[in-house]
């Protein structure tokens, strides 16, 4: 079973940065996929990014070249870095792990951090 915590969410003005981070724990050697996902009020959750075990990333077309998704081995914890911060960016955000490097729908999820882009 694993356990992830998400940290790091807070309020920022637009144009500002944020750093998420979620720290891992139980099983995770076989942890294929690591992503972040959001969901704004009103709105499904949506994928913002994902990584693999491979060092493979992918970006949704809305956070391309101002988000980084990144993490860490040594302390099991995954990251992601928040630039050029907009309104829009506003959501719950949530960290996701599965055993496939592809998940089709990620098995284990965080409880989420709140991100507020407001001036």
């Known amino acids: 079973q694993v356990q992830l915590v998400e940290s790091g969410g807070g309020l920022v003005q637009p144009g500002g940065s944020l750093r998420l981070s979620c720290a891992a724990s139980?099983?995770?050697?076989?942890?294929?996929?690591m992503g972040w996902f959001r969901q704004a009020p009103g709105k499904q959750r949506e994928l913002v990014a994902t990584?693999?075990?491979?060092?493979?990333?992918y970006y949704a077309d809305s956070v391309k070249g101002r988000f980084t998704i990144s993490g860490d081995n040594t302390k099991n914890t995954l990251y992601l870095q928040m630039n050029s911060l907009k309104p829009e960016d506003t959501a719950v955000y949530y960290c996701?792990?599965?055993?496939?490097?592809?998940?089709?729908?990620?098995?284990?999820w965080g409880q989420g951090t709140q991100v507020t882009v407001s001036s």
């Open positions: 996701a792990a599965d055993w496939n490097n592809y998940p089709v729908d990620y098995s284990y």
């Open positions: 990584t693999t075990r491979g060092r493979s990333t």
């Open positions: 139980g099983g995770i050697f076989s942890i294929g996929a």
